[in-house]
DNA sequence: CGTACACTTGATCTCATTCAAGTGACGTGG
DNA sequence: CCACGTCACTTGAATGAGATCAAGTGTACG
């Protein structure tokens, strides 16, 4: 979720030649990288506070999102282990940030040259992470505008089972229904009922704790999902 | 819509140096520059069509949608004069674009060199194309995931009218009803009903023809839209 | 002037929401 | 180890916002 570079931060950022191959340095220690963990359902930041850092996810499941004033929520996304979220392209955070489960971060300072041509390869990376949310945000804009309940369940599916990479057809569910609900553009109990019934149609099974998925019938529910 | 900057792109982005200030120079003409004019209603590029090249709206509008197998259309954006389109960060279109009104568009050649330093203005503008596509399809998600029928056509015909600055206060609307039915998640007539019963409340004020729009209370169309 | 097409309006239906219990997994303390 | 309480999830019934089906109306264009 969220863009990428200050304005201020844009000309910098073509500003310097670089090497080919880099280290991956946003997983490795340096001095504009610190460490925090974040308690499940704990906020990283709020929607609107300065957006000082980005944040890359060592361990651990985010949400970004946004709230009308009556309280109404939208999830734009959320975030594995690997991912990058917290970019914005303007000062301020356009989503807010939690933990879903336990999460260990690595905080990126936000400095004038931390996207420079010092580190190619934290810029290249900071760019990608911003292509692959813009790319996700435009597919859910057809699952939020277009598909029916059960058409979302399905597609939110396959899509976390893709990003988890669990053992073949296994997906665990890190978020709650709620979750599910404000990401999809449902209610709770439409979530539980389109759960349901794509179990008893066979396409998916859920353990008593109802907290991981087996996709028993990828293929149906590829079809489904479109 | 769509993102930018072939996988293969990346490094030469960062490759070379660039001075301060360089001529708007997609506005320019040069030799990875052509132009085309398409009719209204015609097609741009299908979704899937190899991404050979990315274009800035000289005069028009043009919309991008994608497409279920079913027929169910989304349209993820609007692109108005000045804006660009069809940056992909993959080989390929992820939505189809076409024209809504008759549009003289500049087509800029994707080569592995067009997005280097040779033309720092291009880049930063390109990379800022993809920022705001980003933006607007967060914003839009939560729209669609959350918005009721007359929320979204307020926030759509502010959101318009920030962007047309027409004289102020009336928005014109370059697209049909459809159009708007397939970007805000609606029917055609759930578009229509809001509309008018916008226009009883005394919020808007249309014309005869329909296609035009005054905002008679800016104030309240922003408290519906939030 | 007449035809076509876009938009509106009305009646009915449906899928998801809302409201209201119910069920079961998990953690805590006795 | 088991009783209890909590919280997440599920299920049921009633409601409702928007979809669907079906005419109308009016604007533009030849």
Do not use: F, K, W, Y
């Given at each position: 979720m969220q863009t990428a570079l200050a304005t201020a931060g844009l000309a910098p950022l073509f500003g310097r030649s670089v090497p080919a191959v880099l280290p991956a340095s946003l997983t490795s220690e340096?001095?504009?990288?610190?460490?925090?963990?974040?308690?499940a359902n704990d906020e990283i930041y709020a929607e609107g506070d300065r957006a000082m850092s980005f944040y890359k996810i060592a361990a651990g499941v985010v949400r970004t999102y946004k709230l009308l004033s009556d309280g109404r929520r939208q999830i734009g996304a959320f975030y594995l282990p690997g991912d990058i979220f917290g970019l914005e392209s303007g000062e301020d955070h356009r989503f807010g940030a939690d933990a879903v489960t336990e999460t260990r971060l690595l905080v990126h300072r936000r400095e004038p040259r931390a996207l420079t041509g010092d580190d190619g390869a934290l810029a290249r990376e900071v760019v990608a992470a911003m292509m692959r949310d813009l790319e996700r945000a435009q597919e859910h804009m057809m699952l939020l505008g277009r598909k029916s309940a059960r058409e979302r369940i399905a597609s939110f599916l396959l899509a976390l089972s893709e990003r988890m990479a669990d053992s073949v057809g296994t997906v665990c569910l890190p978020m709650?229904?709620?979750?599910?609900?404000?990401?999809?553009?449902?209610?709770?109990?439409?979530?539980?009922?389109?759960?349901?019934?794509?179990?008893?149609?066979?396409?998916?099974?859920?353990?008593?704790?109802?907290r991981t998925v087996i996709l028993r019938n990828a293929a149906a529910l590829r079809h489904l999902a479109d």
């Open positions: 340096s001095r504009t990288v610190t460490r925090r963990t974040v308690a709650s229904r709620n979750d599910m609900a404000d990401h999809l553009g449902l209610t709770i109990e439409s979530v539980s009922r389109a759960v349901t019934q794509l179990e008893r149609e066979g396409l998916i099974e859920l353990p008593p704790n109802r």
